[in-house]
């Protein structure tokens, strides 16, 4: 089992930045690939990056270049740095870890953009 605790979203302009953090309970952290998806109000939830347990990184099409996910294991966290942020980027964003069948999801953290 694994909880997932989200935080730093919040209301920035266009352009801005912002830093989500995702704080993972449990020994085995470094094991599992971390990521974070985010959903719009009315839209499926999608794909912003994910970090496999051997660094190896992926992105969505829409976030790639602005935004940066990074993990420290011996803190048991994963980090999404957004830069460049745009209106369309607002939504909810959710931590998910990922292990064989296994998926656990945080509760989400709301960012906004205002243009």
């Known amino acids: 089992q694994v909880q997932l605790v989200e935080s730093g979203g919040g209301l920035v302009q266009d352009g801005e930045s912002l830093r989500l953090s995702c704080a993972a309970s449990g020994s085995t952290f470094s094991i599992y690939r971390m990521g974070w998806y985010r959903q719009a109000p009315g839209s499926q939830r999608e794909l912003v990056a994910t970090?496999?347990?051997?660094?190896?990184?992926n992105y969505g099409d829409s976030v790639k270049g602005r935004f940066t996910i990074s993990r420290a294991n011996a803190e048991n966290t994963v980090y999404l740095q957004m830069d460049s942020l745009k209106p369309e980027d607002t939504a909810v964003y959710y931590c998910?870890?990922?292990?064989?069948?296994?998926?656990?999801w945080g509760r989400g953290t709301q960012v906004t953009v205002s243009s």
């Open positions: 998910n870890a990922h292990l064989g069948n296994w998926d656990y």
């Open positions: 970090i496999s347990s051997r660094y190896i990184t």
